[in-house]
Nanobody, 123 residues
């Protein structure tokens, strides 16, 4: 499984960005996919995930109501629409995948990772 995240950039507080993660093969039939982020000097933090098959989504409390995760099975992409961005959302964002149905919010459960894309939110 290969993942590639893109779409990061610089945005002002209150703005929006859309991240995408391109996957090799038909990922969403058999894998849980998720977004994590890592701010400078901090550990990797769960952002959102989507269940195998795409029927359920899960969010960290810090992004609930502002971020929306979605998958496009035909294109094998996982998107993260980020609205009302805050300076504390500044981080490198990673997409990740794990085989199976357990949509964990713990990074160590995920076996496959994209290279990350930087999101910078200015105040």
């Amino acid at each position: 499984v290969q993942l590639q995240a893109f779409g990061g950039g610089l945005v002002q507080a209150g703005g929006s960005l859309r991240l995408s993660c391109a996957a090799s093969g038909r990922l969403f039939d058999n894998y849980v996919v998720a977004w994590f982020r890592q701010a400078p000097g901090k550990g990797r933090e769960f952002v959102a995930s989507i269940s195998r098959g795409g029927s359920s989504t899960y969010y960290a409390d810090s992004v609930k109501g502002r971020f929306t995760v979605s998958s496009d099975n035909a294109k094998n992409t996982l998107d993260l629409q980020m609205n009302s961005l805050r300076p504390e959302d500044t981080a490198v964002y990673y997409c990740a995948a794990r085989y199976g149905s357990y949509a964990s919010d713990q990074a160590h459960y995920y076996d496959y990772w994209g290279q990350g894309t930087l999101v910078t939110v200015s105040s």
